[in-house]
């Protein structure tokens, strides 16, 4: 079963949950990782982030478009496609913590855009069949509301997978099968007017280019608060993580996520 959940908070258990933030989170992350951060820490406040600063680490976010205090760079993909660190922090309004929220109800979590939409697909069909198992699509949203160009992404998986679809998900195929260009559906919702008023119109561009990276973004640790995303060419499975960890004496993935 293919099921969306509209918003980070609408996250529920599933074999394999699959976060969505276009504008911009998800890609800012696989930019990140394409660009060799080795890992990005998403943190579900600002709070959190500024908390886990340390040698390495550059700290990525934003408040309505805005970077905060304290921070190194904003949440744009542009910028994360610089390598300035070895760990990226990022720290959204609406991404990363639905990041976080998924990881804490999902057996695994992927990262989507419209950047690594092939590369995404190809790893849920080697993941999971979805006629057998549920795959939940979840959506940031904007301001816990559901935002037009998540529905858009979430539509196109769903449109693109086999398997019984929610509800849910063929609202989300309609909303795609509406725009024959990805850049018109980014451009029509409420993130892209906060993004023109911030002066960002650049992003809502680089995030509408399709299947330019081929990147996996997969959580491969979570705590409170916290989820560590990794490509998955190079992620240990999550359980894998935890048993190193343990071996090391309690150093190792969730080690490195401490202030």
């Not at 406040?45 to 908390?51: F, H, N, Q, V």
């Not at 608060?225 to 240990?236: K, T």
Request: overall charge negative.
């Amino acid at each position: 079963m293919i099921d969306v959940a509209f918003t980070g908070a609408e996250a529920r258990p599933a074999r394999v949950a699959v976060v969505i933030d276009v504008l911009r989170a998800t890609s800012t992350v696989a930019a990140a990782l394409v660009a060799g951060y080795e890992r990005v820490i998403c943190a579900d406040s600002i709070e959190r982030a500024l908390g886990l600063r340390g040698e390495g680490r550059v700290l990525a976010g934003e408040r309505r478009c805005v970077m905060p205090e304290g921070f190194d760079q904003g949440n744009s993909p542009r910028e994360a496609s610089e390598l300035r660190g070895r760990e990226l922090v990022l720290a959204t309004t609406n991404g990363a913590p639905a990041t976080v929220a998924a990881a804490a109800v999902a057996d695994e979590v992927l990262l989507a855009s419209l950047l690594n939409l092939d590369a995404v697909l190809d790893a849920l069909r080697a993941l999971v069949d979805p006629r057998r198992a549920e795959i939940q699509l979840v959506c940031s949203g904007t301001g816990g509301t559901a935002s037009l160009e998540d529905a858009y992404l979430a539509g196109r998986i769903a449109a693109a997978l086999p398997g019984p679809r929610s509800d849910a998900a063929l609202i989300c195929e309609g909303v795609a099968a509406a725009y024959t260009e990805p850049v018109e559906a980014l451009s029509a919702g409420a993130n892209a007017r906060l993004l023109r008023d911030a002066g960002l119109d650049a992003d809502i561009e680089f995030c509408a280019a399709t299947s330019r990276l081929r990147c996996v973004p997969t959580v491969v640790d979570a705590r409170e608060g916290v989820a560590v995303v990794a490509d998955a060419a190079a992620a240990r499975p999550r359980e894998h993580a935890a048993e190193a960890a343990e071996a090391a004496g309690g150093r190792g993935d969730r080690a490195t996520v401490t202030g």
